[in-house]
């Protein structure tokens, strides 16, 4: 019914989608801090390892690609709100993915009561 790898594996996933959120709020709050460089985490990869159970490797990198300001900073607000708004998106799925697991589990309790 309700298993408790399923369970972690979406723990691990939204603590992945959290820490990109949070790296992706740091840019924005940094659009006008002088010499800023854009961070962020390899996502693929920390999804990767989090679905297999290892480490998170969450560790933010500076991007690379990015045009810089005269200023050094080269946050792009373009960027990081299609970002922001896809991390939203993923954190949604993954807590009603969560809530569904829940469901099933107070379906099987109420049930198992009958």
Sequence with gaps: MIEQATMAKLERYLDVVASR?????????????PGYRTKDIDFASALRSAVEGGSLGMEPREVAGLVERPDGNNVSMERE????????????????????????????ITEGKS
Excluded: P, W
């Design 21 to 33: 959120q949070r790296g992706v709020a740091t840019n924005i709050a940094n659009l006008d801090t």
């Design 81 to 108: 709100s299609m970002l922001l708004a896809e991390t939203q998106l993923q954190f949604r799925a993954g807590v009603e993915l969560l809530r569904r697991q829940f469901s099933r589990l107070r379906t099987a």
